[in-house]
């Protein structure tokens, strides 16, 4: 059972940075396959970012050069840098652990960009 949550969501100007953290308890962190999701109202959950356990990274294309998905395994921790913030990435952002057939979620934070 692994239990997480996220950190670092708030309002941000069109231009602007955040960085989204996500802090998981339970064990064999490093094991898991860690994602960014987010859901804008009236949308569909879509992925963001993945990043496995061997470091290798995903990106939805609409993020690809703006964001970047990092973890730490040492402190249980998956990150996501963003920058260039844009209107159209206004959602709550979901962090996500998956291994073999289990996935977990959490409660998400919420992004807005607007001036």
Not at 16 to 23: A, E, F, I, N, P
Not at 47 to 65: C, F, M, P, W
Not at 86 to 96: F, G, I, R
Request: aromatic content about 12%; proline content about 3%; overall charge positive.
């Amino acid at each position: 059972q692994v239990q997480l949550v996220e950190f670092g969501g708030g309002l941000v100007q069109p231009g602007g940075s955040l960085r989204l953290s996500c802090v998981a308890s339970g064990r064999d962190f490093r094991f898991y396959t860690m994602g960014w999701y987010r859901q804008a109202p009236g949308r569909q959950r879509e992925l963001v970012a993945t990043i496995t356990s061997r470091d290798s990274t995903n990106y939805v294309d609409s993020v690809e050069g703006r964001f970047t998905i990092s973890r730490d395994n040492a402190k249980n921790t998956v990150s996501l840098q963003m920058n260039s913030l844009k209107p159209e990435d206004t959602a709550v952002y979901y962090c996500k652990a998956s291994r073999w057939f289990a996935d977990y979620w959490g409660q998400g934070t919420q992004v807005t960009v607007s001036s």
